[in-house]
């Protein structure tokens, strides 16, 4: 069982940077893959990013590739996400998740966290 805490949403301009945390307990975080995902408003829950066991095995979606960068700390139980050069179109609910492997799909991640709001502004 693992159990995931998001924080660092918030609001900010568009080209402004936030940097997510995901907070995880539980002895199997750094032999799961991490991903997070994003919903917004009236959308359906759509892949961001996802690391591997270890750096350098991650994956972006084509909407945040270059802008966005995810890492981990297994000694510390925490995922991040830097987001760099915001858009008002990254406004989203933001979710931490594990899995079993390092995938862009929702189904392939088995514990969530509760979402932190970002919020970016034209």
């Known amino acids: 069982q693992v159990q995931l805490a998001e924080s660092g949403g918030g609001l900010v301009q568009a080209g402004g940077s936030l940097r997510l945390s995901c907070a995880a307990s539980g002895r199997t975080f750094s032999s799961s893959s991490m991903g997070w995902f994003r919903q917004a408003p009236g959308n359906e829950r759509e892949f961001v990013a996802a690391i591997g066991w270890t750096w350098p095995n991650t994956y972006y979606s084509d909407s945040v590739k270059g802008r966005f960068t995810i890492s981990r700390d297994n000694a510390k139980n925490t995922g991040y996400l830097q987001m760099n050069s915001l858009k008002p179109e990254d406004t989203a609910v933001y979710y931490c998740?594990?899995?079993?492997?390092?995938?862009?799909?929702?189904?392939?991640?088995?514990?969530w966290g509760q979402g932190t709001q970002v919020t970016v502004s034209s």
């Open positions: 998740t594990v899995g079993r492997r390092l995938s862009t799909h929702l189904r392939d991640f088995d514990y």
